[in-house]
């Protein structure tokens, strides 16, 4: 294990406070202890149970049809329709008055509130606009939009078509872009001119058309929302405005009820390799398992509560704990376009004061900002309404939880770090805020329906006190059903180190009550400021890069993003100069060519020009040693190198030319 697992351990070891839920949350709790005796009893019927909180248009014949394991079916043989959960079936209940969507938009006063009705109303228009594009079911669609309104409703409508979308995140790059499209073969990219980020409008329209320009003949429209009113380039009968297609389409949209297996939607992530996986999600078990959790987690009472997930649509969080879950629930939520701290750094809290948000879900990496902010900006608000907090993404140090506790929450609202991932599709372990007393740091036990366990190398489960590889025993509604167009690599990737159990990548430790402590990464997946990236990828962006000849990449502890990107990098020869030394701009260079090729999050913190790379006698990088280094550690074990001296060298150059913002 690394040291900073090892801090992980020594931090839990010495953890006692105890936080119990709050006694009239308790008493009114959507899911109350008993739930895990049943689900334990019949994990089936436990789960069928929640499937029936959904409207279906056929019942199932079968809750789950694991014969051919690892592809698994939910729900077998039922219909139902992502977008009649999410949007008509409130209405028809005489709920479209209610608030779905409070819009908060980045320039202050720009705000917009949709009912149920004003979405039933745009995704219809918007289902028969892509119709009208040539969308049919089981055609691919790309979004790539800032987080407006119009985001939801895009997903939404594809929902409703059967039309499986694919979200890239609006901050990834036309590169990116285009390799998600292609690979998943989209012939419509819905995105909008630009959105507010930072006190500024950001320009998206370009890269998509760079992006198209890349895929060849794939590409058949573009449809663009008006949001900044930027001057855009046009190819007439290519591109579209949203406005002109979709405001003017019908209203009326009689819904399809697709097949319970039929696909929803395909979410690339980091993998440890460089191409990202595109990992597939099929409508009625992953409906069922987000909409169940979305409930029980946050115990969300649709008539009282005001919910709001800070994170974007370009991220799984996005799909399940923003768009899916909550609609699917009837929940009013918030919906916010920019960043944290625009125009000033209480812009969160003056949002969750006027609209008396009541559970609000974050990331660690932004509770460690605003605790770096300082006490008093939250102070300013009233943050009286908040009930119930949440953190997802990545461990949450002891001391962020109580900040958060404390600071956020008056010292009351209980809070439930949630552990899943975009392969999971819903919450998996999690504390139930009416039931489980919580502990700083862990993410505490399995919800009901999910077996959970920590194991060593033989697979053999370990006892309470210790560490080892996070796993799922048994499916569950919302997994992943494969990678798209890659089952082999599904298998591979997720279900052939141990036979019958979902390897999830994360190392976890067990305590002496037997609650769980996540630990980490244990493969090449980093894990910065909550988003995953993969260090091949990365190192494939520098190596893409003319004066780069090699590249190691790791992920350092840092105290605000959790893990930061540090390079290594060996230059060719061409590149130095007369003195054999590196010019002094490249390494801004070489920063800016890996945001283009990825994106800003994975732009390194810091690179390091090296003369060589530690390798063991097989050629493979001893990632571990450039992680001591980076981590300005004394450096471990290096027997098993090739050449036991190249760790001399690249100490040597801590000094020398690196960059640091
Ligand atoms: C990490 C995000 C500790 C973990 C929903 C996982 C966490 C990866 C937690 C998935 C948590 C997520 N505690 N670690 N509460 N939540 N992780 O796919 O390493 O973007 O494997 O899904 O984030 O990241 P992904």
Redesign the pocket.
């Known amino acids: 294990m690394t040291e900073q697992k090892t801090d992980a351990l020594a931090n839990l070891s010495t953890e006692d406070r105890r936080f119990e839920p709050p006694a009239d949350l308790a008493a009114d709790a959507n899911v109350k202890a008993e739930a895990y005796d049943r689900a334990a009893s019949d994990r089936e019927a436990f789960w069928a149970e929640a499937a029936e909180r959904l409207d279906w248009g056929r019942t199932w014949d079968q809750v789950l049809d694991w014969s051919d394991a690892p592809f698994a079916k939910w729900f077998v043989g039922g219909t139902i329709n992502a977008s009649v959960n999410c949007v008509d079936r409130h209405v028809e209940a005489g709920r479209g008055d209610k608030v779905a969507i409070h819009w908060v938009g980045e320039p202050e006063d720009d705000s917009r509130d949709l009912t149920y009705a004003d979405l039933l109303d745009q995704v219809s228009r918007a289902a028969n606009a892509l119709t009208e594009l040539g969308v049919k079911k089981g055609d691919r669609v790309a979004i790539y939009m800032p987080m407006i309104p119009e985001v939801a409703v895009a997903m939404l409508a594809c929902a409703r078509l059967g039309a499986p979308h694919t979200v890239v995140f609006g901050g990834f790059s036309a590169d990116a872009l285009a390799s998600r499209v292609t690979d998943c073969e989209a012939k419509v990219i819905i995105t909008a001119d630009g959105g507010y980020r930072r006190g500024a409008p950001s320009a998206l329209k370009p890269a998509v058309d760079e992006a198209v320009a890349k895929t060849g003949d794939l590409v058949e429209h573009v449809v663009v929302v008006r949001r900044t009113g930027q001057d855009v380039e046009w190819d007439e009968g290519r591109d579209k405005w949203w406005h002109d297609v979709v405001d003017t389409a019908s209203p009326d949209h009689e819904p399809e009820m697709h097949d319970s297996e039929h696909p929803l939607y395909v979410m690339y992530?980091s993998g440890t390799t460089g191409k990202p996986k595109g990992i597939l999600h099929t409508t009625g078990g992953y409906l069922t398992g987000t909409s169940w959790t979305h409930w029980a987690v946050f115990d969300l009472k649709p008539e009282t509560d005001v919910y709001w997930c800070t994170a974007d649509v370009g991220?799984?969080?996005g799909h399940s704990y923003m768009v899916y879950g909550p609609l699917a629930n009837g929940t009013t939520q918030v919906m916010y376009e920019g960043t944290p701290d625009s125009p000033h750094k209480g812009r969160w809290w003056e949002i969750v004061e006027k609209y008396g948000v009541t559970i609000f879900y974050t990331a660690p990496t932004a509770i460690r900002t605003f605790m770096k902010w300082g006490d008093d900006i939250p102070a300013k608000f009233d943050l009286s309404s908040i009930r119930l907090l949440g953190?997802?993404?990545?461990?949450?140090n002891p001391e962020a939880y109580v900040w958060y506790r404390e600071n956020i929450g008056a010292s009351t609202a209980p809070v439930v770090?949630?552990?899943?991932?975009?392969?999971t599709g819903q919450i998996l372990i999690s504390p139930l805020p009416g039931v489980t007393a919580g502990k700083p740091g862990s993410?505490m036990k399995a919800l009901p329906g999910i077996e959970v366990d920590v194991v060593n190398d033989e697979a053999e489960s370990v006892p309470n006190g210790s560490g080892g590889y996070l796993v799922l025993r048994e499916p569950w509604p919302a997994m992943l059903r494969t990678l798209w167009g890659d089952d082999q690599r599904f298998k591979d990737t997720y279900w052939s180190r141990w036979e019958g159990l979902y390897f999830?990548?994360?190392g976890a430790k067990k305590d002496e009550d037997g609650d769980i402590w996540?630990l980490?990464?244990v493969d090449d997946?980093m894990?910065v400021s909550?988003?995953?990236l993969s260090t091949t990828e990365i190192e494939s962006a520098l190596v893409s890069h003319p004066k780069v000849a090699e590249a190691a990449v790791v992920g350092a502890a840092d105290e605000m993003t959790g893990q930061a990107v540090c390079a290594f990098v060996i230059l060719r020869e061409s590149a130095l100069g007369d003195d054999g030394a590196a010019p002094e701009d490249l390494i801004e260079e070489l920063r800016k060519h890996v945001q283009k090729e990825i994106g800003a999050i994975a732009k390194p913190r810091q690179i390091m020009i090296v003369p060589e790379l530690p390798k063991t006698r097989s050629g493979k990088i001893m990632r571990r040693l450039l992680k001591d280094v980076a981590e300005h550690r004394e450096v471990g074990d290096v027997t098993t190198l090739a050449d036991s001296t190249v760790m001399d060298l690249i100490k040597g150059k801590e000094g020398a030319p690196s960059s640091e913002d």
């Open positions: 992530t991220w799984v969080t953190s997802v993404g990545e461990p949450i770090d949630t552990w899943w991932q975009t392969e993410a999830a990548g994360d996540l980490g990464r997946v894990n909550g988003h995953r």
